[in-house]
Every structure is written in structure tokens, then in C-alpha cells.
T-cell receptor
Framework: SQTIHQWPATLVQPVGSPLSLECTVE??????LYWYRQAAGRGLQLLFY??????ISSEVPQNLSASRPQDRQFILSSKKLLLSDSGFYLC??????????FGSGTRLTVV | AQSVTQLGSHVSVSEGALVLLRCNYS??????LFWYVQYPNQGLQLLLK??????LVKGINGFEAEFKKSETSFHLTKPSAHMSDAAEYFC????????????FGAGTQVVVTP
């Protein structure tokens, strides 16, 4: 069966520090991968998606970047965090247009 | 282009009462439709999905939803609310000819009162 792992669960980082959130999927190959953010009261915002290794599409211009160095690994990064980067970050995967499976999320607080 | 509208950002129901969460969509092609539930500080969990088979879809935890093409709706119901149903619920749409990107509604927070 397929599983998705996301870590860390919580993170407190100072403004201006770098960020690296990792997501890995097991039990499938060539998944579509996604990064979402939930800010308070703003629903789910799609940040990045990837249909293959090295293929990244950005939905919203921002202080973040994403990479897919391996088929089942998706990384969200920032060189310098802003206060506005605080939120709940969710990784998800899908085999196609049949719905997502989400990771458990990372609560990021930038102080 | 596709979009999803969830009517009501907050819904309060009594324990044992009907739960009804409304979702309307717009899509240029036949859609796939989904309902997800999110408990505090957790990821989203799939409740049910419509993928062009039966229009009445049954999901987990006693929830079901009916796809009505004429009304472009996919409302979620549960006959009798339980305290454990308190959570946030998201409706989502995926176009069948896409590679899978979902468009989510803004979410509905459900509060269950004793």
C-alpha cells in the first residue's frame, strides 16, 4: 500500500532563516506531488506541483521554492523566511485525477 | 476553468441531527468531485469521491454525497451527527482530462453541540 511521510510535524524558525520541509511517498512510482499551505482563515493554497523528477510548476510567486530530486521525494525550501510564511504546510500525492492522499502536515511558525 | 463554492464557512448542528454541507462547482468538462475532512493539526482525509459512476456516493463515517449535474452540486450529508464529526470539511473538484490537480473550496467548519 502507498504511504506518504512528511516531516517535521512542527517547526519554529526565526525570520531570515532557511527552511527545508521534506515529503516522501512509498509504494508507488511516478506520483504527482503537491505542496499546499493553509494560513489561518485562508483555506488551501496550492504552492507547487510536480509531475516528474525535476519538473516543478509554481502556482503562486513567493518566497518559497520546491525541488524533486528523486521520483518519490518532494522538498519545499526557502532561503530566508518571512513572518508571512507561517502556516500549516501539507504535502500530497496522486496517481492522476482521482484525488489526493495527504501527509500529516507541518506546522511552521516564523518568529 | 474549474472552481468550487462551499456555502457557509461555519455550521453548527446538534448531536443526532442531520448534517448538510453544501458544495457547488463549475467545470468546463465532466468533473471528479471529492469531500475531505480535516481534524485539528492533521492532514486531510478523503471522505468520499465521485468519479462518474453512481451519482449517490457513500463514504466513510456514515457520510454520503449526491452528484446532481443539473444543479452542479455535490452536497455532503450524514443523517445523525456525532460529536466526533466536529472538523473542517473541504469540497474539491478535478477535471477528468487533467493530470490531477484539485481545486478546493474554502472549507466549512462543523461544530457539534450536545
Amino acid at each position: 500500500s502507498q504511504t506518504i511521510h512528511q516531516w517535521p510535524a512542527t517547526l519554529v524558525q526565526p525570520v531570515g532563516s532557511p527552511l527545508s520541509l521534506e515529503c516522501t511517498v512509498e509504494g508507488t512510482s511516478n506520483p504527482n506531488l503537491y505542496w499546499y499551505r493553509q494560513a489561518a482563515g485562508r483555506g488551501l493554497q496550492l504552492l507547487f506541483y510536480s509531475v516528474g523528477i525535476g519538473q516543478i510548476s509554481s502556482e503562486v510567486p513567493q518566497n518559497l521554492s520546491a525541488s524533486r530530486p528523486q521520483d518519490r521525494q518532494f522538498i519545499l525550501s526557502s532561503k530566508k523566511l518571512l513572518l508571512s510564511d507561517s502556516g500549516f504546510y501539507l504535502c500530497a500525492w496522486s496517481p492522476g485525477p482521482y484525488g489526493y492522499t495527504f501527509g500529516s502536515g507541518t506546522r511552521l511558525t516564523v518568529v | 476553468a474549474q472552481s468550487v463554492t462551499q456555502l457557509g464557512s461555519h455550521v453548527s448542528v446538534s448531536e443526532g441531527a442531520l448534517v448538510l454541507l453544501r458544495c457547488n462547482y463549475s467545470s468546463s468538462v465532466p468533473p471528479y468531485l471529492f469531500w475531505y475532512v480535516q481534524y485539528p493539526n492533521q492532514g486531510l482525509q478523503l471522505l468520499l469521491k465521485y468519479t462518474s459512476a453512481a451519482t449517490l456516493v457513500k463514504g466513510i463515517n456514515g457520510f454520503e454525497a449526491e452528484f446532481k449535474k443539473s444543479e452542479t452540486s455535490f452536497h455532503l450529508t450524514k443523517p445523525s451527527a456525532h460529536m466526533s464529526d466536529a472538523a473542517e470539511y473541504f469540497c474539491a473538484v478535478s477535471e477528468t482530462d487533467s493530470w490531477g490537480k484539485l481545486q478546493f473550496g474554502a472549507g466549512t467548519q462543523v461544530v457539534v453541540t450536545p
